[in-house]
């Protein structure tokens, strides 16, 4: 079973950039997805970006033109950069990798606390 594990997280200034990593115990390039998710306090988990096993990337309406995912297959690690960042992207970011099958892992999570 493929392991993900999230770092990068911290707090930050309103208007500040963090960038948030995700690597895997095993091959993202095999995924037919990978995405970031986040979750504010009590609240239901929400999809931030992902990206296909084609290339192709999709936003969710309030980070798009702010957040950049990516990943680099040779390291198998998924990246968000995040611009611009203001106070309500605070959460904790999680990772996920769908293999498809009924197969999806979760990383545990990296806290984002962005200052006004």
């Known amino acids: 079973q493929v392991q993900l594990v999230e770092s990068g997280g911290g707090l930050v200034q309103a208007g500040g950039s963090l960038r948030l990593s995700c690597a895997a115990s095993?091959?993202?390039?095999?995924?037919?997805?990978m995405g970031w998710y986040r979750q504010h306090p009590g609240k239901q988990r929400e999809l931030v970006a992902t990206?296909?096993?084609?290339?192709?990337?999709i936003y969710a309406g309030s980070v798009k033109g702010r957040f950049t995912i990516s990943t680099d297959n040779s390291k198998n690690t998924m990246y968000l950069q995040m611009n611009s960042l203001r106070p309500e992207d605070t959460a904790v970011y999680y990772c996920?990798?769908?293999?498809?099958?009924?197969?999806?892992?979760w990383g545990q999570g990296t806290q984002v606390t962005v200052s006004s």
């Open positions: 095993g091959s993202i390039s095999s995924s037919i997805a």
């Open positions: 996920n990798a769908d293999y498809g099958i009924g197969m999806s892992v």
């Open positions: 990206i296909v096993s084609g290339g192709g990337t």
